[in-house]
């Protein structure tokens, strides 16, 4: 029988350890999916009717309310309908959450744009000093012939 680190791999300089449950986000998301209902200012109902729409699947306020009640141990939100679910409510946390926690950031477009001119201006400066050494080289070749 294969042991843990068979099972999932070994820890790099990456990745920390990985520890027995260390991955079961499940009480935060039913509290991230609770907080989201209640601040969103639409009923259950509104919101279970808003992600059938968008999922073309429907969904009920009884399964949103199984999805958010800690006592509902065997009732596990649906990775797939998470956009839906931050669509409809306008609380894109759960997501963000999801993404923090495999230690990437979650960026708009507008902020990858921002990211993305960075990077010009960045690659602007070094051609500038590519342009300002092969100036130097070639004025001190001349001057050398002279």
Known sequence: M???EEKIGKANEDMP??????FDDDSVTRGL???GIRKCGLSREQIAERMSFLLSF????HMLNG?????KENHRFPFAWTR???QATGDWRLLRYIVEKAEFLLLTKEDADIVTLGELVIQ???ARNE??????NIIERRSGRA
């Open 124 to 126: 602007q400066e070094n």
């Open 33 to 35: 999916l609770a907080d």
């Open 131 to 136: 342009i300002t050494r092969h100036s130097r």
């Open 58 to 61: 429907k969904v009920t306020s």
């Open 84 to 86: 839906a679910f931050c």
């Open 17 to 22: 350890a990985l520890m027995p449950g260390s």
């Open 2 to 4: 294969p042991n843990s």
């Open 67 to 71: 999805y958010t009640a800690d006592s």
